[in-house]
């Protein structure tokens, strides 16, 4: 009798256990497997030109603004390029404001989630065809006061900047969600890329690159059936959360390539 007494307190609590666990993971929120597939992803890059040849004039000279900019940037400056070495889309809090939190919008999360693996897929092979230096290669440095060296040794090639490519993007599903905001959402994503020269580790060609591919991207993106799916369930979660979402669906985003 004991030992069935025993026996049923165990299966009880082992199904509350399971009970748990599958009600924890029925709560997950995830986005569509892909939006974009390999051949969309293909046709945004090759729309970017290729970068100036290393050492014609024009590649020096698109240089020489990230070495003026680095070694005349402020502290400050310096400081917030380095914090946004971790960027992703809800960085964009900054100017969305503190409830802009993955935590807050799992919808959302999931959603800019499955965006900046399909970007940065599309950033990679970008990256791996034009294999353009970065503006201050580690072996000819020179020029290093924050003792950053380190940190260049694991980057990759330059163009398009990765962090530019995804702000530009994240930007302009945002500016979808929310175009009354779009002019903050665009400013920061911008700044976000030129902060990437401040950091010294772009140059301009390599950020406007970035909005290049992040615009194409962004335009691909809305062509999608799953993608227009999350987007409405990432709109209401916004509209919940009391951020401003009508006539999401009906204006057009205001981009943040340039």
Known sequence: MIGTLRMTHISTRLGGVLLGLLLLCGGKVSAAEHYLDDAQLHAAVAILPAPSPLGTAEDIADRSVTFHVYTTRTADEAAQ?????????????????????????????????????????????????????????????????????????????????????????????????????????????????????????????????????GQALGRDFLTSPAMRKDLDAAARELDAAGFATDAATTKSPVSAGG
């Open 81 to 213: 390029a380095k914090a946004e070495e971790t960027f992703d889309a809800f960085s964009f809090a900054a100017v969305l404001g503190p409830g802009f939190t993955a935590q807050r919008l799992p919808h959302v999360a999931a959603l800019f989630d499955e965006v900046k693996k399909e970007a940065n897929k599309a950033k990679n092979e970008a990256k791996a065809s034009f294999r353009r230096e970065r503006p201050c290669p580690v072996n000819s440095c020179q020029w290093d006061p924050e003792g950053d060296a380190q940190d260049w040794k694991n980057r990759d090639y330059g163009y398009p900047s990765g962090h530019s490519t995804r702000a530009t993007v994240f930007a302009f599903l945002l500016a979808h969600l929310l175009p009354q905001r779009a002019d903050a959402i665009d400013r920061y994503a911008r700044e976000v890329g030129w902060r990437r020269v401040i950091r010294g580790v772009h140059t301009p060609q390599d950020i406007y690159a970035g909005r290049v591919l």
